[in-house]
């Protein structure tokens, strides 16, 4: 199922939604009329993959949303704003089968989810959001898949009210890093230390070049490695050490 902002604005309102649905689309929506989501709890049970794309939301409009759909494996959320924060405490969504959570852009929606996946995917994540992303992953004790694209001065503390605190819980699978250009190398190799149980890895561009070491250094059960050519070092030690993965 696909809507977008044309749909939910038809003068002649949206049709009645009587299939079983699995995965529904939302696509530049900002409005979310009590008709609107009625429909989708109507459908909601069967839905296992929501996506939401540069969709706008407005006080509770996203966690009543969320709410429609308790069967949720799949979540994609990409470029999606807030536009009014709620007026009060809001009581955390809880998806107990969400498993994998696609994120892009923004990160508002972090502090929401109740949730343990078991895959996370971040990218072109605004830097404001970091310290709702650290909390987030803080929290999880499943997760065997991590991918971090395109996320400028990761883990730095400047932009951190409070102490930077990685107390991750989780032993990692599968590792993609890419462009994370000027990433705290420290608190860097914290997050290394939860994947050094890894069986696959892709390391990308603009990374710290103590990344590429430290996987091949500790990184003992890859059976899959990818490394952009620009993170290679020019020296032997290096390549010996590649070798001997072999």
């Known amino acids: 199922l696909l809507l977008d902002r044309y749909d939910v604005h038809n003068d002649e309102g949206l049709p009645k939604l009587t299939r079983r649905y699995s995965c529904v ?12 989501l009625r429909q989708f709890t109507r459908i909601g049970a069967t839905v296992t993959e929501l996506n939401l794309i540069d969709c706008i939301f407005f ?64 990218s072109n994540f605004f830097r404001d959001y970091q310290p709702e992303l650290i909390n987030f992953l803080n929290t999880q004790t499943a997760l065997k898949s991590l991918s971090l694209d395109n996320i400028s001065d990761l883990f730095c503390q400047r932009y951190h009210h409070e102490k930077i605190n990685l107390d991750f819980k989780f032993q990692l699978k599968s590792l993609y890093l890419n462009s994370l250009a000027y990433a705290d190398g420290d608190h860097l190799k914290t997050l290394l230390q939860h994947g050094e149980n890894c069986e696959s890895v892709t390391l990308g561009i603009d990374l710290n070049r103590m990344v590429g070491e430290h996987v091949l250094n500790n990184f003992k059960k890859m059976s899959y490695l990818f490394i952009e050519s620009d993170l290679l070092p020019n020296y032997a030690r290096f390549y010996n050490n590649m070798l001997s993965l072999i």
């Open 25 to 36: 689309t939302l696509n530049d929506i900002d409005e979310y009329k009590s008709s609107l």
């Open 59 to 122: 006080g509770h409009d996203f966690t009543h949303l969320l709410r429609c759909f308790p069967n949720l494996k799949i979540l994609n959320i990409a470029f999606c704003s807030l536009a009014v924060p709620p007026s009060r405490r809001i009581k955390l969504v809880e998806l107990k089968k969400l498993k994998n959570l696609i994120l892009s852009g923004e990160g508002w929606m972090l502090p929401l989810i109740d949730c343990q996946l078991s895959e996370l995917s971040v």
